[in-house]
């Protein structure tokens, strides 16, 4: 079964508002989450790193003010899209870290469709 | 700069056709390289962690195998359920476990 969830799956907003998407790791605690966008036909665009308690490390060229993350817990991390605008309109993953020993996976929720109109 | 290279971009197979996906790969150290598969639409699914040069990993029809350059991802005798994306990446010795990932190679495995 899954081991990391992401809510919503899909949504649909109109410009100019702002849309939530949470990640969760379900049955571990996580203290390194991902969050990445991936265009049409594309591979994975890494936007954040998100550690808890502290602030998200944000790769070049991605919007801290647009692309909000908090990592409040260690099984929680959320991505808020502010002011979204159509070009916005993307799919939107989460992974994160499970460290066991000297190894560690990184699972990936089910993604989230955000369309803006 | 890591960097991943994934090739061949497509692959068609008939079913039963075994074949290999080719990842290749230039880290800073070498933490894990790890294959996912992924269909349309969804998240990518966890397949597999190679650690070392030399390691090998198997689930079903599917083993990967580790060099300090490229990883492969073989597979025996697919069958139709078998298509879908597989994406390689790296991570590399750094404290941020960010994963590197290649463009991918979309499989189609015809019945």
């Known amino acids: 079964g899954a081991v990391v969830s992401q809510h919503p799956s899909r949504v649909i907003c109109k410009s100019g508002t702002s849309v939530k998407i949470e990640c969760r790791s379900l049955?571990?605690?996580?203290?390194?989450m991902f969050w990445y966008r991936q265009f049409p036909k594309q591979s994975l665009m890494l936007m954040a790193t998100?550690?808890?308690?502290?602030?998200?490390?944000?790769e070049q060229g991605v919007e801290k003010d647009k692309f909000l993350i908090n990592h409040a817990s260690l099984t929680l991390s959320t991505l808020t899209v502010t002011s979204a605008h159509p070009e916005d309109s993307s799919f939107y993953i989460c992974?994160?870290?499970?460290?066991?020993?000297?190894?560690?996976?990184?699972?990936f929720g089910e993604g989230s469709w955000l369309t803006v109109v | 700069e890591d960097q991943v290279t994934q090739s061949p971009e497509a692959l068609r197979l008939q079913e039963g056709e075994s074949s290999s996906l080719n990842c290749s790969y230039t880290?800073?150290?070498?933490?894990?390289l790890f294959w996912y598969r992924q269909d349309p639409g969804k998240g990518p699914e966890f397949l597999f962690t190679?650690?070392?040069a030399g390691e090998e990993k198997e689930k079903e029809r599917l083993k990967a195998t580790l060099t300090k350059k490229e990883s492969f991802l073989h597979i025996t005798a697919p069958k139709p359920e078998d298509s879908a994306t597989y994406l390689c990446?790296?991570?590399?010795?750094?404290?941020?476990?960010?994963?590197?990932f290649g463009s991918g190679t979309r499989l189609l495995v015809r019945p």
């Open positions: 992974s994160a870290s499970r460290v066991r020993g000297p190894g560690n996976t990184i699972y």
């Open positions: 049955d571990f605690q996580a203290t390194t």
């Open positions: 998100s550690n808890e308690g502290s602030k998200a490390t944000y």
């Open positions: 880290v800073s150290g070498l933490r894990g």
């Open positions: 190679l650690y070392s």
């Open positions: 990446a790296v991570q590399a010795e750094d404290s941020s476990y960010k994963l590197i």
